[in-house]
């Protein structure tokens, strides 16, 4: 087992033979060992030089080989749940070599695309989707007559969704020919919480290692679902995973097979570790510079909830499944009584909170911006309807960077401001992040503070600083001609336009209620607005600039930035605002085009 990740190229004899699984499956079952030996060296290397995540695939290496061993893909369909787990997919499927290029521009996307390549049969990046669109898949090849395999492999934390279960409940009625994996290794990003976890642990987990497919247990719960039930096996001896495949594979109608393995297998500290080697940044080089740590937007995040929790006793902290993610670790330890993870379960966690606010609590719902979109119709119907005491902590809004596409938090503000009564705020640096969470909690009514991934330009915090007044912006800079308008963190590169080119700056805080006060002001003095903002430009704070001016007939000329209307691919975040024109010199270039118009 390695204990250190690899800086030099591993000896890879046999892995360098297969540029397919067409190779793959000429390979004898004796050699498989070996193979997957030298993909766990090759997915360490190449994840050192990029950064990524890793853990997950260590445990699925065995699988990810005897699925494309037995199946015959892209023909048959294989489904990898969220996507966190399937770098050795991509490793057997042609893209090898292009490892190196995981998360960079151009390079490979860190989650299946199918786009990229024909191997990868849906697109995932989000959770507990695999079985649905598994399931149609299955159903589409029947209608035509086809005659192709289907398999869905979803992870316990993923199957902790409702979702998962609504595509289990729909597959057992049309008993379609498919597959369901079950990769069973006690952990998500986070430890898995609910009756899930606890069922798999105390009836299913208890019988691996014992003799035979069955393992000593009945699988009552997906028996229950009319799915042919195999398990648990143990996911990393072929001896037993080929023959349970192939078992699986060949008989009719809903099939689940219940595999035990283990988050990070043959990389020590990962093993040891599930959670902090979930994914890791790429190695520097020993002598590069080190950066100094800054506190992140979450941290502060977390530190506040404490405090605020220290000082009411109503406040409850709620999570799906991103403790470590939204940093709510302190919180969890230090009011335990009063922190909720629900799992996976976006839109339950919504709900929740509505029937804690309805009994006088205080729920702070901390969940991130691209999560958020799964539970919109809870927090319509459920919160925003019913006018409840819910604040929204709503983390890595905005562009994400790596994680590309799927993760970016980029149509919050669209889908929160057209709600009526609910206070929407961005924050443009930590300091203004602790103190508007002060106004969202204080206010009687739903409320959202949205914030970014990483860190600020705050150097550090006041946390005696009183909340700021609902609807009140910061008047910055005076300049001429044009006055700019920022919500949220790119206000570092609207000051430097703002200085550059002699404008007037303005920090509005908030994108509902509008400080009308001041734009009504500014439009009076300056021949041109401009708004700017890490969110869709469809929708975001400057469409709301744009129907208040519309609203009273002013001409004054308006220039919305933000994000273009494009899926913006995984680059840093440093590369995504440049692309989009949001870094200082966009800015400016698009500032003096218009007043030159």
Request: charged share 20%.
């Amino acid at each position: 087992m390695r204990t250190q990740i690899p800086t030099e190229r591993p000896a890879t004899p046999l892995l360098d033979l297969i540029e397919s699984p067409a190779e793959l499956s000429r390979l004898e079952r004796a050699q498989l060992p070996q193979l997957a030996a030298e993909l766990r060296d090759w997915l360490l290397y190449s994840v050192g030089l990029t950064g990524g995540h890793f853990g997950a695939g260590l445990g699925v290496v065995e699988l990810t080989i005897a699925l494309h061993y037995l199946l015959d893909t892209p023909a048959d369909h294989l489904v990898w749940d969220v996507g966190h787990q399937t770098y050795p997919h991509k490793i057997l499927t042609g893209r090898r070599e292009q490892m190196l290029s995981m998360r960079q521009p151009e390079g490979l996307a860190p989650f299946p695309k199918r786009a990229e390549s024909t191997y990868d049969s849906f697109g995932t990046g989000h959770s507990s989707t695999s079985i649905s669109a598994a399931l149609g898949m299955a159903l589409a090849s029947k209608l035509k007559g086809e005659q192709r395999k289907t398999v869905a492999v979803i992870g316990d934390g993923a199957m902790t969704a409702g979702m998962a279960f609504e595509a289990l409940s729909h597959a057992a009625h049309t008993q379609a020919d498919m597959l369901v994996i079950l990769n069973d290794n006690n952990m998500s990003i986070s430890p898995n919480e609910g009756g899930l976890a606890t069922y798999l642990e105390k009836h299913l987990r208890a019988g691996h290692g014992a003799p035979g497919l069955d393992g000593s247990t009945t699988g009552a719960l997906f028996g229950a679902l009319t799915f042919d039930y195999q398990g648990p096996v143990d996911g990393h001896d072929f001896d037993k995973l080929l023959p349970a495949l192939e078992q699986a594979l060949n008989s009719p109608g809903p099939q689940f097979l219940h595999l035990v393995t283990r988050k990070g297998k043959g990389f020590e500290p990962a093993e040891s570790d599930p959670v902090g080697y979930h994914a890791i940044t790429k190695i520097e080089p020993l002598d590069a510079p080190k950066k100094p740590k800054k506190p992140k937007f979450c941290n502060i995040f977390g530190r506040w909830l404490c405090d605020t929790a220290a000082k009411d006793q109503r406040l409850v902290g709620i999570t799906p499944a991103m403790r470590e993610g939204s940093d709510l670790i302190a919180f969890s330890e230090q009011y335990p009584e009063r922190y909720f993870d629900v799992a996976i379960a976006e839109q339950h966690a919504a709900t929740l909170a509505a029937g804690f606010a309805c009994e006088g609590m205080k729920p702070v719902l901390a969940i991130y911006s691209t999560f958020l979109q799964r539970a919109y119709d809870q927090f319509v119907h459920d919160i925003a309807i019913q006018d409840l005491d819910v604040l929204l902590a709503v983390d890595r809004a905005g562009l994400v960077g790596e994680d590309g596409a799927t993760h970016a938090g980029l149509y919050d503000i669209a889908y929160l401001r057209c709600l009526p009564d609910v206070m929407l705020m961005t924050p443009s640096d930590e300091q203004e992040l602790y103190q508007l969470l002060k106004s969202g909690y204080d206010h009687r009514g739903p409320a959202a503070v949205r914030y970014p991934r990483g860190s600020g330009s705050a150097a550090e915090i006041d946390t005696s600083l009183p909340a700021i007044e609902p609807g009140k912006a910061r008047m910055l800079r005076d300049g001429r001609r044009a006055a700019i308008l920022n919500f949220g963190p790119l206000l570092p590169q609207a000051q430097q336009a703002a200085e550059q080119l002699d404008l007037t700056l303005v920090d509005m805080r908030f994108v509902k209620p509008l400080d009308t006060g001041v734009i009504d002001r500014l439009t009076d003095t300056h021949e041109l607005i401009v708004t700017l903002e890490d969110h869709a430009i469809a929708g975001g704070a400057g469409s709301a600039v744009g129907e208040y001016l519309q609203s009273r007939g002013v001409q004054t000329l308006l220039l919305q930035l933000g994000i273009p209307d494009r899926w913006i691919e995984h680059a840093s975040r440093g590369a995504q605002l440049a692309e989009c024109g949001l870094d200082t010199d966009g800015i400016k270039t698009a500032i003096e085009q218009r007043l030159n118009h």
